[in-house]
């Protein structure tokens, strides 16, 4: 008892709790969740050695998203994921387990049912749950392809003797957030006379000018267009309906869904023409089946098909409106001039028209076709040797997209001001440009990928004497895949492998895995490599010392080592890097000859000697070391911890670093980058029913941290330079300290050599000392822009008969922005617009603060003061409302008396609403020129038969 | 169980028939062979030196990586020499000024901010001279192996690789000193690269060397009829005549002041004066008399091969026409006076995007629009060089006291000659050369290509004038001097650029010159004191453009000071100037300076001239800064022929070095270029030069 009261004392010493709500929603415990780490055994929790941790069931599809990806944004322990821009057909989050990780790639493996494969058009309705796998232990069966972590989307299965349709649709109503403002016309045109003031050059627009654009007088020639208002409206609209059909009979289970989703953008004038519209569209339906049948009492055999079809259609060109909406200021031209043809001047072209190009553009659309189809056999081979078992597996993928390019040019123009007479400006010949168009018909597939996989191996499981569990399997599995982009550099890969799991009495497990593993990137000699992992773990809580303990439900240590390799290519997938080449380049031709105009002579096509092969070639190699704990205490509180530590070895970096100039030819590749990186994880979930009343709350904090030990980097001049000691991917840049205040601060300041300095300008610090502001003095100014350190969420819910409400909070740390936003923060006013945020914080002579936020307008681009700098890094940190959730579920009486429903659900959800950073006009997930990010509010509705 | 058998064997054929069929066309293969890398195209050192048509087109590589002294790419790949954003080793003289805001000279020589951590001009590894070194190596170990070759062009081709090894070795030798010495391929798994730099002798021995051994198996010059030996084909290719004259002027930077003295040009304390790699540690006049044999030798060879290389003549005695001897002797490709040029493909207008002539003037028309980012702006001091027509020295004060260049009777670029009505003839009053050295105001906007006659506009460079409009002074008079203009310092570059006609011609870049030779000759000869000797190749240079002797002509000289031609000294300076009218634009003067040791030319305060047109207003002469092209020509009024000269200094930008003593060893560093740092740091051996 003594032993009982210092863990929970330790522990959570305040809460005395009783033993029951211990379930997720699908009413599996903690302990009993499925660890699927890619053997043909799936453990519970209480039985693996490995780190993993699942987003269930409950929390996969709170967001009404496209897709599962960014249906789990924010969601789970160990798991980084970053919100996608662009437009709906575009937006996919980025995905890090355990943060950055290499030189080479820090992406984790994707896999839908065990298989590599794509997510972006996997449906959050199909899917059961997601596990992130982070340790050894967990990825040492994917061979080359774990090192960096591991995401696998288990999609929904049938139940025996079961029949259950479920129909569920919801209305997505968007909006989009931060939309950037920009300056009006009068604005423009004074800030670009200040601007060219700035440059000791005469005013471009006179007083009578700005007047014009102010009262709109001559609206033709001093327009004042608000573009974004003009080309975008308010909202945009998605409709997602859902059919689900799952059961089963005695040996026999299916699950088949028809998802279809449609969603409409933000183009305010997608009707202009007959016949087609030119809005932002994406219209998708996926058809999944998934089967399980008995064939007989010993066979089984696990069906997956995933068919996907859909059309996205955009406005022609691919025009990038958002783009040329930060680039034309509102005094550029108007949408259409006096005669109706699309505005534009000989200084700011019509084709940056947004208005003309979101109408008069026609559309262009991509299809996307997609097939997923694997099969699984597994014959128990007890007649033969107790325990003993064969999996068969075959899987064929394959995915293309055609485009149809229906898109239009047009024509538009301008009449010039010549000249003011008497107060009126003047106008000149009328200026026209562009052709009329008819709208194309060009059509062709664009990108394609295929993959065959196939496996095969033998499994025993028994266990002896009721206490000892020995779990085995030798498997053989390889794959092919073939995709645009490397035709004829197609991968291949192979694996043997032995997986041996024991555990006594259910307390104490141990497990090897030995991956034998080959692959065609690598050189000959290196194809293939061993990897072996170790894990254990300690069932505390099935001691008895803990059995029957109150507070301590379930209790378990971990820890796991493992060396996974990688075949990562070196540079931008040079796949040739273990041979000398010599190669002939077609544009060293050699004029030899006397005569003026003869390109003859003897011109050839000389040879040269291409990059020196690698030295004894190797292969990238991640060592990964874990501890964790997985517990339930308290009968309702889940607890995950986790510590690890990675070093990454003979990561392929460039070798010039090392290689004396007077080799004479390429340096190699050289295998001889290293990162550490270490962190921990931590994940709590709290669920209690008292009465009629249940709640959760819960949460996860990650954190992540690396250092590049070592990178073959070149000898560097000066320390601040050098990178290597510092975390992947940090942003370098120079240190600001201020704005110069006049000629007499420039002067008695360091040089600075990037371009002429004016008062207003950023001026830096010289970092290296040696009286000159250049390159040199750039050093480690922040955290990564790609990975944030810190990540994590919160959860609170509550259910109180029927009605419902849950929140999802997440947020990150340790993440830098670089802000460089044409027109928003790097106006160059003669061929981008102006932010109303930069022209009132902006420098200048009547406001010369040397603190101000930005600094003077310049006309072109200033060298100057657009470089990476501290002052324009801010602190990407930020926590969004990810989603909220209210819900009512009808009462059972009310909808069994229809006779044929089980269950409704009504539902209200707010996606993205809320957003805490240190941004004013931006989204921290989204400050460059893009389209900006949705904030939708959601009506739904569920009902199953 | 029978049953289940063969369902599962069913199913069992049903996967491996999958197996078969998805992989289409593709052959499944298993165990090891699966993993092997799809077949590519790889080209390995046995296919090139299998074939002799692959040896030769790997001879052709090697021209390729040869230097070539005109930037024209928009690139700051390797070589940087060829890019405009890095700029000429003429534009650090006192003869040509960068007025190109984006080039290097302005970020970094001007403003005497570069450091070790910056590629110099020529960069030490950044300029494909290491690759070409061991390209020339790799065909000279295989080209024994390769079928279809007969002996004698084998030891042709080796010599023709070992002259480019040796070219480029003196593109480095010449602005960084000693170099590490390679004497074959490396494979780069030596471990062991440590290869110190050579002193600068060892390395001038080293260049000689090769040149020696590739000497025998040249030909003298392409002036054969077979395909192999004709001009037309083979102009550009290396010759014993050019390895010859490049083994002059090694031997004469290797005996000139700056590594042949008996005080290094630093201060002493450094590694690499120590090791002599800057510096030979003494003085020997031998090395002057090695210089000398080696240009005696290759008289003695020319005269033995016909004289093959001479001067081009003029056809005439007019100023046009010796313009046209001395212009079309080093632009045109068939030349006998190039005794080597090298070359670019694409370096002509309307092959490549970039190229020299676009960037030095007007794309479409004659004032514009152009980039003009080889804003070269020959400088006062240069144009000062020139000697009137008859060959008398230019003197600035003494020829403006007796009215040669302003009020009625100045004539400081054409004398006017005014006829009935007012029409005006003009004659070019200075040398030749000046002309095509510099565009000066009222010259011609075009020499005819093939008669070699004056013709179209003048060019109208005075304030307000029809080219140079307000590039030097604004309408008030104040120098504004623009960057990234044509005529910033009231003068423009014509060097290589010649007009608009010259667009989409091929641009050869000059890399030695029978004319180059006369004046190595001279200059060798007159260190070994023979001076009367050395003044007779002088003259001959001179005479190529109508000027009389040196001596005759600078006794003529009416100037306070005078250099007296029976000194050493004197006639060494008057050859440099002669070098510097003679080889404008070659990288010559920049030699000079450093072997010199010239660190007065770095200081030296630079000017621009400012020039009016001047119309009579009654009794007054008054400034017009109007245009003469356009209203005024339309209108039949006279010819502009009377200006207003004045001098300014130049100051857009001027150079930090200015302000510093000759003297000082912040000047003095510079006779040598930093080595990379980064190279340094690899630890193989390299020391620093002095001062970096």
Partial sequence: MKKKNILMLTLLASLSLPAAAQQDSTGISFADQVIEVGANKDFTRAQSTAAVSVITNRDVNKRSAKNIGNSILGQGNGLVSLQGTGTYFEQNPTFYVRGLQSLSTSTPLILVDGVERDLSFVSADEVDHVSILKDAAALALYGYKGANGAILIITKRGEYNSKNIRVTYDHLFNFQSNRPKFVDGATFASAMNEAMANEGAPARYSSEEIAAFQNGNYPYQYPNVNWVDETFRKSGATNKIGVEFSGGGERFRYYTTLNLLSDKGFIKNFSDNDGYSTQDKYVRGNLRTNLDIDLTPTTMLKVNMLGMLSEMSRPGSQADLWDMVYSVPSSAFPIRNENGEWGGTSTYSGELNPMAQSSGAAYYKIHERALYADMTLNQDLKYWIPGLSMTLRVGYDTYSTLYEDHSMTYVYGSYPVTGWQNGVPQLGEYWTSGTPGTMGKEAATDQWARRLIFAGGFNFERTFAEKHYIYGQLKYDYEYQNSTGATGYTIYRQNASFLAHYGYDNRYIGEVALMYSGSNRLAPGTKWNLGPTVSAAWVLSNESFLKGCSVVNFLKLRGSFGIINADYLPGDNVWDYYVQSYGANASYNYPFGSGYEANTGNAFGAQQRGRMAAVDPSNEKAYKYNIGIDATLFGGLNVEFDAYMQQRKDIWVSGAGAYSALIGFEAPYTNAGKVDSKGFEFSLDYTKTIGDLTFNLGGAFNYNKNEIKDQAEEPKAYDNLVETGNPLQSTYGLVAIGLFKDEADIANSPKQNFSTVRPGDIKYEDINNDGVIDANDKTKIGYSAYAPEIFYNFHVGAEYKGIGLNMMFQGVGNYTANLSAKGMYWPLLNSTSLSQQYYDGRWSPSNPDVNAEFPRLSTTSNANNYQTSTYWQRNRSFLKLRNVEVYYNLPDCLVQKTGFMKTAKVYLRGIDLFCLSHLDEADPECYGVSAPLNKSVVAGVQLSF | ?692
């Avoid at chain 2, 060798?524 to 000027?547: F, H, P, S, T, W």
């Fill in chain 2, 1 to 692: 169980m029978k049953l289940h058998h063969k369902l599962l064997s069913g199913v069992v054929m049903l996967s491996l028939a999958g197996v078969a069929f998805t992989a289409c066309t593709d052959d499944i293969k298993f165990g090891s062979s699966f993993i092997e890398k799809a077949p590519g195209g790889t080209v390995t050192l046995d296919t090139v030196f299998n074939s002799a048509e692959y040896t030769r087109q790997f001879l052709v590589g090697l021209y390729v990586q040869q230097y070539y002294g005109l930037p024209y790419k928009n690139s700051t790949a390797s070589p940087w020499s060829q890019s405009y954003w890095n700029t000429k080793l003429d534009a650090l003289t006192d003869c040509y000024h960068q007025h190109f805001s984006g080039s290097n000279a302005y970020t970094m020589y001007y403003s005497n901010a570069l450091t070790s951590n910056d590629r110099a001009i020529i960069a030490y590894n950044d300029d494909k001279v290491w690759e070409t070194v061991h390209h020339c190596w790799l065909l000279i170990e295989n080209i024994d192996r390769v079928p279809g070759l007969s002996d004698s062009e084998k030891k042709n081709m080796i010599a023709q690789a070992k002259c480019i090894m040796a070219s480029r070795y003196f593109d480095l030798y010449s602005v960084y000193g000693g170099l590490p010495i390679v004497e074959h391929t490396y494979t780069g798994t030596e471990g062991d690269l440590s290869t110190r730099r050579a002193t600068a002798e060892a390395t001038a021995n080293f260049m000689v060397k090769l040149l020696d051994e590739a000497i025998p198996d040249l030909l003298w010059a392409y002036n054969g009829t077979t395909i192999e030996t004709d001009a037309t084909n083979n102009t550009g290719r290396w010759t014993s005549a050019g390895a010859m004259a490049l083994k002059a002027k090694i031997l004469l930077f290797n005996a000139s002041p700056l590594y042949n003295a008996n005080q290094p040009y630093y201060d002493g304390s450094t590694d690499a004066e120590r090791d002599s790699v800057v510096w030979h540690g003494d003085f020997k006049q031998e090395r002057w008399q090695r210089a000398l044999q080696a240009c005696q030798d290759f008289m003695n060879a020319n005269d033995a091969n016909g004289n093959w290389y001479e001067l081009n003549k003029a056809t005439a005695a007019t100023p046009d026409a010796y313009r046209q001897a001395y212009r079309m002797g080093y632009i045109y490709q068939g030349s006998r006076e190039i005794i080597h040029s090298t070359r670019v493909a694409g370096a002509t207008s309307n092959k490549a995007s970039y190229q020299w002539n676009n960037f030095v003037g007007p794309t479409t028309t004659e004032t514009g629009p152009g980039p003009f980012r080889h804003s070269y702006g020959p400088t006062q001091e240069y144009v000062d060089m020139f000697c009137w027509a008859d060959g008398t020295p230019f003197d600035w004060e003494g020829d403006m006291t007796a009215g040669n260049i302003n009020g009625e009777k100045g004539k400081l670029f054409f004398e006017y000659v005014k006829g009935r009505g007012g029409a005006v003839q003009r004659k070019a009053s200075r040398d030749p050369r000046l002309y095509e050295n510099a565009i000066v105001n009222g010259q011609s906007e075009r020499l005819n290509w093939t008669s070699g006659v004056s013709e179209g506009n003048n060019y109208e460079l005075w304030v307000g004038g029809y080219h140079e409009k307000y590039q030097v002074a604004d309408a008030d008079g104040k120098i504004v001097e623009q960057d990234t203009e044509r005529f910033p310092s009231g003068y423009g570059t014509i060097k290589y650029y010649l007009g608009r006609e010259y667009q989409g011609k091929y641009t050869q870049w000059v890399y030695l010159s029978y004319d180059e030779m006369l004046l190595m000759y001279a200059e060798c000869l007159a260190q070994c004191d023979q001076l009367n000797e050395a003044l007779k190749y002088v003259d001959e240079v001179r005479a190529r453009v109508g000027m009389k002797g040196l001596k005759t002509s600078i006794t003529k000289s009416k100037a306070a000071v005078k250099p007296n031609m029976d000194n050493k000294q004197d006639v060494i300076e008057e050859i440099l100037r002669e070098r510097a009218c003679e080889l404008g634009m070659s990288n010559n003067r920049y030699y000079d300076m450093i072997r010199y040791k010239h660190g007065e030319w770095m200081t030296k305060r630079l000017h621009g001239l400012l020039t009016y047109r001047l119309i009579q207003i009654g009794k007054n002469w008054e400034h017009n800064i109007r245009p003469y092209i356009g209203d005024d020509k339309n209108a039949g009024v006279a010819e502009p022929s009377r200006f207003e000269h004045s001098l300014f200094e130049l100051q857009n930008r001027s150079r930090v070095l200015w302000d510093y003593s000759p003297d000082d060893l912040e000047v003095r560093k510079w006779f040598l270029f930093p080595l990379p740092l980064t190279e340094i740091n690899k630890g193989y051996g390299l020391v620093q030069n002095p001062g970096w």
